[in-house]
C-alpha cells in the first residue's frame, strides 16, 4: 500500500474509534513520526495531506527537516517526539514548533531561558512516566492516583515548569508499555487523561492537549481521550535503518 492509502486506513481507524467514544474526529490530529524515513516519502505524506510530523533526533531534523520545507507547499508543524539532552536544546527550538517530550524541569527551564534570550515562546508537552517503568523518560507519575508523596512531588514540578516564561504548557504526553495487546495498555492512558484533569484543577490552567498512543494502540488512546496520536510504522512501514 501506498503512503497515502496507509494515511487514509489509519484516518478510518481514527474515525472509527472517535465514534465508539462519541467524539468529534477533529478533536484529534494526527503527528506522522518519520524518524529514519528520507525526505522524499515525508513529502508523499505531505501531498497526500499530512500536516504534522515528529522525529525523535535532533540530528535527523537537522537534515531531513531543512530538505522538506524547501520543497514543501503547505504549511507543516514538526513536533520534536524524543528524549532532548540539554546541550541540544537550542537546536530542537530552531526546528521544531512543539517540543512533546520536555521530562525534567531542568529541561524546561533550559528551553524557557533559550525562548526569553530570543524574544518567543514554545509549545511544549510535559512527557509524564504513568506506567512507572524505569526504562522511561518523563516526570514520575506512576502511582500518582495513591501514593500522596508521589502526588505532592509531581504538583511540586509541575507548578514550578508553569510558572516560568516564555513556555506554553499545552498538555501531557506519554508513552504506554509495549504490550501484545492493546488493551492492556488502556489504563495508562486513562490514568494520564485523569493526570491531566486533575493538574488542570489544581493549578486552573488550560491542557488542551493529550498526546498518547502509538502504532500498536492508537485506537485504545483515542478512545480515552486522546487530542494527539504519534503514528509511524502504520503510515511509513519499518523503519529504514
Given amino acids: 500500500m501506498s503512503i497515502a492509502d496507509n494515511l487514509q486506513q ?20 494526527l503527528v ?6 528520507p525526505a522524499g516519502r515525508v513529502l508523499e505524506a505531505i501531498q497526500a495531506g499530512a500536516q504534522h510530523f515528529g ?28 528524549h532532548v539532552q540539554s546541550r541540544k536544546a537550542k537546536q530542537v527550538v ?9 521530562d525534567t524541569l531542568k529541561l524546561a527551564k533550559k528551553f524557557s ?5 530570543q524574544g518567543s515562546t514554545l509549545d511544549v508537552l510535559l512527557e509524564m512516566n504513568v506506567s512507572g517503568e524505569t526504562s522511561k523518560s518523563g516526570f514520575a507519575a506512576g502511582g500518582w492516583e495513591t501514593d500522596t508523596a508521589a502526588r505532592e512531588a509531581l ?30 495498555a488502556r489504563p495508562v492512558f486513562r490514568s494520564l487523561a485523569r493526570l491531566r484533569m486533575a493538574l488542570a484543577e489544581r493549578f486552573a490552567v488550560p491542557l488542551p492537549d493529550l498526546s498518547m498512543g502509538m502504532t500498536d494502540d492508537y485506537p485504545v488512546a483515542v478512545e480515552e481521550g486522546a487530542t494527539i496520536v504519534r503514528v509511524g510504522r502504520a503510515i511509513f512501514g519499518e523503519r529504514q535503518r
Avoid: Y
Fill in 55 to 82: 522525529e525523535n533526533r535532533v540530528e535527523e531534523g537537522e537534515t531531513k527537516i531543512p530538505a522538506v520545507m524547501r520543497v514543501a507547499q503547505a504549511p507543516i508543524t514538526w513536533h520534536m517526539i524524543g
Fill in 155 to 184: 504538583w511540586l514540578e509541575f507548578g514550578q515548569v508553569t510558572a516560568l516564561p516564555c513556555l506554553r504548557v499545552r498538555g501531557l504526553m506519554t508513552m504506554a508499555p509495549i504490550v501484545p495487546d492493546m488493551e492492556a
Fill in 113 to 117: 531561558r533559550l525562548m526569553q534570550e
Fill in 10 to 29: 489509519v484516518r478510518d481507524t481514527i474515525t472509527a474509534a472517535c465514534s465508539r467514544a462519541d467524539r468529534p474526529t477533529g478533536e484529534v490530529t
Fill in 32 to 37: 506522522a513520526v518519520s524518524k529514519t524515513h
Fill in 94 to 102: 530552531s526546528l521544531f514548533q512543539i517540543v512533546q517530550s520536555v
